[in-house]
């Protein structure tokens, strides 16, 4: 918004050149999205415990440390969700189609989890929406915005997928390919974030690490000047999520300041599915969907633990893990959830600078 309006406006007054540099501009929504959830956050958190009683049901079968979580309210991904938008809005270009393409997949799979947290909250029952149905909608969703992500990219670029370490490959996937494969990306990466959060700030800090990655991938493939020079497919306007990016963040520090254990309040559905569907949006528009699994392989490794376990169990009646996803098997082993949050964390980090890495490997 203040782009649109206070840019055209540079040549009476030159310090409105400013909001032409991305780089300003999202440092700018950073900080709108990380001040405003300082200022909001509590009010908010009063209102959803006034709203929810008792707060998220805590399963039974879980492990026994989070009965005394009970009472904390949850839908704080309500906080990420109008933060983000709100410094979006501020400073992005409203005129770029990407920016409303992953802003549109973010608050449809985020109501997609509000309605699976409401009736949590209101049925008193964990199990919520029946994933059927959860997955059947995020499916469409995420099929409707890839769609709208191959008409706003450049012909050549197209319903293709780009390799990562080569330099000028193109994968041809034809447009059901595409759309299945873009499909896949996004509701991969909601469900991962989704399954990761299941301990105070251990999905989020990894979000953050990932989003800062993209962020950075966004600025560089919306680039020519960079594309050229890291030997990558160059994607125009593309480098106008970074504001979008620069806001996630500045969300996901000022939710962590309310989630840090021992949580306040709770991300939920709401907040999981929907910054898992933003990254997978991201990572599709800039042609670095495998690169996300990546920088997001903790979520991968979350996912693949539930998945193993499942098949181990359903084919020899053997469970592989104690408990998954895999941060509960940690817990069945006596450590610390501070202790399992920060070492997940860390290989977060670790992860996250080895698909940065990628850029240059070529």
């Keep these: 918004m203040f782009y649109n309006f206070l840019y055209p406006m540079a040549d009476l007054f030159g310090p409105l050149n400013l909001f032409r540099y991305l780089t300003f501009r999202s440092i700018a929504a950073f900080l709108t999205a990380l001040v405003l959830s300082f200022l909001i956050g509590g009010g908010l958190i009063r209102w959803l415990r006034s709203k929810q009683g008792k707060g998220q049901p805590i399963r039974d079968d879980g492990p026994q440390s989070h009965l005394s979580k009970k009472g904390t309210p949850t839908m704080g991904g309500l906080l990420i969700l109008i ?12 005129t770029n189609r990407y920016v409303w393409i992953v802003l549109g997949i973010t608050l449809a799979f985020g109501a997609v989890g509000f309605w699976d947290d409401f009736l949590k909250v209101t049925k008193k029952n964990p199990k919520g929406v029946p994933g059927k149905i959860k997955l059947v909608l995020s499916i469409l969703c995420a099929a409707v915005a890839t769609w709208f992500i191959a008409v706003a990219s450049p012909p050549s670029l197209r319903f293709t997928l780009a390799v990562p370490f080569l330099k000028d490959a193109l994968v041809p996937l034809g447009v059901i390919g595409f759309l299945a494969f873009g499909t896949l ?3 991969g990466a909601s469900n991962a974030v989704n399954l990761t959060d299941g301990l105070d700030g251990l999905a989020i ?48 520090l000022g939710f962590l300041w309310f989630n840090a254990p021992p949580a306040m309040v709770f991300m939920g559905d709401t907040g999981s599915l929907a910054i898992g569907g933003a990254l997978g949006a991201v990572a599709v528009v800039t042609k670095h969907e495998i690169v996300l699994a990546i920088v997001g392989g903790l979520f991968v490794l979350e996912t693949v633990s539930v998945i193993v376990q499942v098949l181990s169990y359903k084919w020899t009646g053997r469970r592989v893990f104690r408990m998954a996803p895999l941060h509960h098997h940690f817990e069945q082993k006596g450590w610390a959830e501070p202790t399992i949050v920060f070492r997940f964390w860390i290989i977060a980090a670790i992860l996250a600078m080895a698909g940065l890495a990628t850029l240059k490997l070529r």
Excluded at 83 to 94: E, S
Excluded at 219 to 238: D, E, K
């Design 83 to 94: 933060t983000t938008t709100v410094a979006t809005l501020l400073w992005a270009d409203l």
């Design 185 to 187: 990306v996004m509701v």
């Design 205 to 252: 800090g990894p979000v953050i690490m990932a989003s800062a990655v993209f962020g950075f991938i966004a600025y560089v493939v919306g680039n020519s000047i960079l594309t050229n020079y890291l030997y990558l497919h160059h994607v125009p306007r593309a480098g106008e999520l970074a504001v979008f990016m620069a806001a996630l963040i500045g969300a996901g």
